[in-house]
């Protein structure tokens, strides 16, 4: 999901820190890249799904993508892969999915919380 920021001065120095005291609350391990464009924030832990976090723009015209990389095959062809006796992956995978829709709720009423003050 992506969202933008129009007119709100959001400053991505201050962004970045909050988001990343957030994760690591939450026993997250972080890696930060910085470049001239965009801060890409790779988050991942033990049980989720791997989560990418890019930022960019400016103060006034500000985005944030929040991502999460997970195994998208057992999405679409679920019921083939528990005829084939793999429905634990099916059912890791759902549990996963669950995790990274938790986690992706609860950063957005962060980042909301964080842009409004």
Same mark, same amino acid.
């Given at each position: +999901?992506?969202?933008? !920021?129009?007119?709100?001065?959001?400053?991505?120095?201050?962004?970045?820190?909050?988001?990343?005291?957030?994760?690591?609350?939450?026993?997250?391990?972080?890696?930060?890249?910085?470049?001239?464009?965009?801060? /890409?924030?790779?988050?991942?832990?033990?049980?989720?799904?791997?989560?990418?976090?890019? +930022?960019?723009?400016?103060?006034?015209?500000?985005?944030?993508?929040?991502?999460?990389?997970?195994?998208?095959?057992?999405?679409?062809?679920?019921?083939?892969?528990?005829?084939?006796?793999?429905?634990?992956?099916? /059912?890791? !995978?759902?549990?996963?999915?669950?995790?990274?829709?938790?986690?992706?709720?609860?950063? !957005?009423?962060?980042?909301?919380?964080?842009?409004?003050?």
């Amino acid at each position: +999901m992506r969202t933008r !920021w129009i007119g709100k001065n959001v400053h991505a120095d201050v962004i970045l820190d909050n988001i990343k005291e957030f994760f690591e609350r939450k026993g997250f391990t972080i890696l930060i890249k910085e470049s001239a464009e965009k801060i /890409s924030v790779l988050v991942q832990k033990k049980d989720y799904p791997l989560i990418l976090i890019n +930022m960019w723009g400016s103060p006034n015209d500000f985005f944030i993508e929040f991502q999460c990389r997970n195994f998208p095959l057992g999405k679409y062809f679920s019921s083939f892969l528990t005829l084939l006796g793999t429905g634990f992956l099916v /059912s890791k !995978w759902l549990k996963r999915e669950e995790l990274c829709q938790k986690i992706e709720d609860e950063f !957005w009423k962060f980042v909301d919380q964080l842009i409004e003050k």
